[in-house]
């Protein structure tokens, strides 16, 4: 009969394997970079989100002025609806712009009024005269016929569930309507 005899290293190969102190080391070193890579991912991802709230109202903002002051340039005409709301004759046609539940709108000639801006939180129009005094919108119809340039004021917010409030300031502009004739 033949024994066989093995060797003390053949021996420990053979019993190979991962001790429990080995596996808790391995596991909880694992749980540590997980939670890294998560963080990161869930940061990143608040980052993305409020980064596309500011461009999308960089974008309206943007927009928005551009109508208003190509509009308040050409306008020949201005009528004050209230202290929010303000009509143009561009052209002979009227175009109304105006601030109600945190929306700025422009309406053309009766047509049904477009959101130009919304999430607005602070809006405010200024009328001026002729020599850059500033008129008081007390007597609308005075402050019509008065009205040389034009100022525009509003800040607008957004919000999402996974990113902080992005707000953004559009501080003043202010247009001369350069089709309106107006005497000291």
């Known amino acids: 009969m033949t024994t066989i005899t093995l060797s003390p290293t053949l021996l420990r190969k053979a019993r190979q394997g991962f001790t429990l102190v080995e596996v808790m080391i391995g596991a909880a070193l694992g749980s540590v970079v997980l939670t890294a890579v998560l963080t990161?991912?869930?940061?990143?991802?608040?980052?993305?989100?409020?980064?596309?709230?500011?461009?999308?109202?960089?974008?309206?903002?943007?927009?928005?002025?551009?109508?208003?002051?190509q509009d308040t340039r050409q306008a020949s005409a201005i009528t004050w609806n209230s202290a929010t709301s303000v009509t143009l004759i561009v052209d002979s046609i009227p175009v109304t712009y105006s601030f109600a539940s945190s929306t700025f709108s422009r309406q053309v000639s009766g047509n049904t009024a477009r959101p130009i801006v919304t999430g607005v939180i602070s809006f405010s129009f200024k009328a001026?005269?002729?020599?850059?005094?500033?008129?008081g919108l007390g007597d609308l119809a005075a402050a019509g016929r008065s009205t040389k340039q034009l100022?525009?004021?509003?800040?607008?917010?957004?919000?999402?569930?996974?990113?902080?409030?992005?707000t953004n300031t559009v501080l003043s502009a202010r247009f001369i309507l350069r089709n309106k004739r107006v005497t000291t």
Do not use: P, V, W
């Open 128 to 135: 001026f005269s002729i020599t850059g005094a500033e008129l």
């Open 40 to 69: 990161t991912f869930l940061f990143l991802g608040r980052s993305g989100a409020n980064i596309q709230n500011y461009n999308d109202m960089e974008a309206q903002a943007r927009k928005a002025l551009e109508f208003f002051a």
């Open 151 to 166: 100022q525009i004021s509003l800040s607008a917010s957004r919000t999402t569930r996974t990113a902080a409030k992005a």
